[in-house]
């Protein structure tokens, strides 16, 4: 057998492959023990938890000078602003099922300190309204709390 020195100078057999001692692997393959690329695969990852889905809402729609918050395929609400000789209003109407249900106005004097512009008067309506469930109003609000600033053109 070939042999090698270490760095302190004592020899150090070489295996058939030339990188380690191949007595030693084998008497571990004699114990039951893989090695080398009989060894075990590593185990796989576990998988990624699964998160439940964000809802997915629909953006508001601009027209003209009325902005219509499709909130759902039932709900839906129309904004509006007007201008007073002291300041001006934000209106909303809440349909459900096409029908109006709800009408509601704020009166704002300098400006508002809303996220987007009919935040406040939606909330309202929201809030106002007696036909719609705990569920859709909690449903309602996750889509009035979320921000629609960046989705303005």
Do not use: C
Request: net charge positive; glycine share 6%.
């Amino acid at each position: 057998m070939k042999t090698s020195t270490t760095f302190k100078g004592a020899p150090k057999p070489y295996g058939a492959t030339g990188h380690f001692n191949e007595s030693r692997r084998h008497a571990l393959q004699a114990k039951g023990i893989k090695t080398g690329h009989l060894a075990d695969p590593l185990p796989a990852p576990a998988p990624k938890p699964v998160m439940p889905e964000k809802p997915k809402f629909n953006e508001p729609i601009y027209e003209g000078d009325t902005t219509r918050f499709p909130i759902s395929d039932k709900i839906e609400i129309f904004a509006n602003s007007r201008k007073m000789r002291n300041g001006f209003n934000h209106y909303a109407r809440l349909y459900i099922n096409g029908q109006e249900d709800v009408e509601t106005k704020i009166h704002y004097i300098n400006r508002t300190w809303e996220s987007y512009h009919f935040q406040s008067v939606i909330r309202q309506a929201v809030s106002k309204s007696k036909s719609l469930s705990d569920a859709e109003k909690q449903m309602a609000f996750a889509y009035i709390d979320k921000d629609w600033t960046s989705s303005r053109k």
